[in-house]
């Protein structure tokens, strides 16, 4: 599966971005997703998880009550809702695919380029 990320950009702390990552090939709808993040001169870090079906989710306790994730398997595409962005949300976020959600990168075997998020105070 390839996977594309969009939606980053530059906004001011407190605001809200929308985050998709569209998926190509007809077997999205089996992956369970994911988004990291990656701030310069750190290592990636989970962000968000969810299940092929969209049942479960799980969230970093740093995006918890701010962050959603979401899906649309008829659009073969993935959401991460971000509210009340802080700066320490700069990063570059990545979205990635795998057959069970997971909080580990590793275990992801698709990624898409990544998008930047710029957070200003």
């Known amino acids: 599966v390839q996977l594309q990320a969009s939606g980053g950009g530059l906004v001011q702390a407190g605001g809200s971005l929308r985050l998709s990552c569209a998926a190509s090939g007809r077997t999205f709808s089996s992956y369970a997703m994911g988004w990291f993040r990656q701030a310069p001169g750190k290592e990636r870090e989970f962000v968000a998880a969810i299940s092929w079906s969209g049942g479960s989710t799980y969230y970093a306790d740093s995006v918890k009550g701010r962050f959603t994730i979401s899906r649309d398997n008829a659009k073969n595409t993935v959401y991460l809702q971000m509210n009340s962005l802080k700066p320490e949300d700069t990063a570059v976020y990545y979205c990635?695919?795998?057959?069970?959600?997971?909080?580990?990168?590793?275990?992801?075997?698709?990624w898409g380029q990544g998008t930047q998020i710029t957070v200003s105070s």
């Open positions: 990635a695919a795998d057959t069970n959600p997971s909080l580990v990168a590793g275990w992801y075997d698709y």
